[in-house]
């Protein structure tokens, strides 16, 4: 049993909006995450850390969800700003049961259990307050608001953060969330969203007593990256 992150399959079963278009390590992407996740087992557990398929509405992306139900092992699912689909935790549980999609979970004010680890985390947001504005502000706030309520779900267990959105990249800081990172003694940190030429900009490593790590699947080549 292991425990794996990878963020953004921007999956397109169900929208015309295939990634190959972008050529290089997206070409037939969508075969490369099958031969990713062959290696794993049925009692591992990934998390998709948000941006998991093009679909505007739920009804729309049920082919993707097949796609990632049929992918060995347990899914655990946070939103990115891509998905669309996502309108409550509530209406997207009782999707996934309606079509049996036994082996998705959601990551949403709540958290999940690794043997003795805590797997918490929320989408998160950029804001940067000379360029946003008052709504990016509320935003940002209910992401802290989650994050937090993820975090003390958790209890006195050793805590992973996953989000969407990298909390650190380039020369920003969203001191915000690394804060509430740090007062849940949060130690490691995974996140997805950034592509391309933006990965020389991501900030991997130790960073003021958290160690981050991008798992955006163009970075990790498609394959979960294994944690523990």
């Not at 990115?80 to 979970?105: C, P, Q, V």
């Not at 969203?174 to 950034?194: L, N, P, Q, T």
């Not at 160690?211 to 163009?218: E, F, H, L, P």
Request: aromatic content about 14%; glycine content about 10%; hydrophobic content about 40%.
């Amino acid at each position: 049993m292991s425990l794996y992150a990878i963020g953004d399959l921007h999956l397109s079963l169900s929208a015309d909006k295939p990634m190959d278009v972008f050529g290089g390590r997206w070409e037939q992407y969508m075969e490369k995450i099958k031969i990713g996740f062959s290696h794993l087992k049925s009692d591992d557990v990934t998390v998709l850390c948000g941006d998991i398929t093009w679909g505007m509405h739920l009804e729309d992306c049920l082919a993707d969800f097949q796609y990632i139900d049929h992918l060995p092992g347990k899914k655990i699912i946070l939103k990115g700003n891509h998905d669309y689909w996502w309108t409550t935790a509530t209406k997207a549980g009782r999707f996934f049961e309606a079509y049996g999609l036994t082996s998705i979970a959601l990551l949403h004010n709540n958290c999940h259990f690794y043997e003795g680890v805590a797997i918490c985390g929320t989408r998160g947001w950029f804001y940067e307050e000379e360029t946003h504005g008052e709504h990016d502000k509320k935003i940002l706030n209910r992401e802290i608001m989650r994050l937090e309520a993820s975090l003390k779900a958790a209890g006195d267990r050793e805590k992973l953060c996953f989000l969407h959105y990298p909390p650190r990249y380039r020369d920003y800081v969203c001191r915000e969330i690394i804060d509430v990172m740090a007062a849940y003694g949060v130690k490691r940190c995974f996140y997805g969203h950034i592509h391309g030429s933006g990965f020389k900009h991501a900030v991997e490593g130790l960073v003021e007593g958290i160690v981050y790590k991008m798992v955006s699947a163009d970075a990790v080549q498609f394959s979960p990256y294994k944690i523990l």
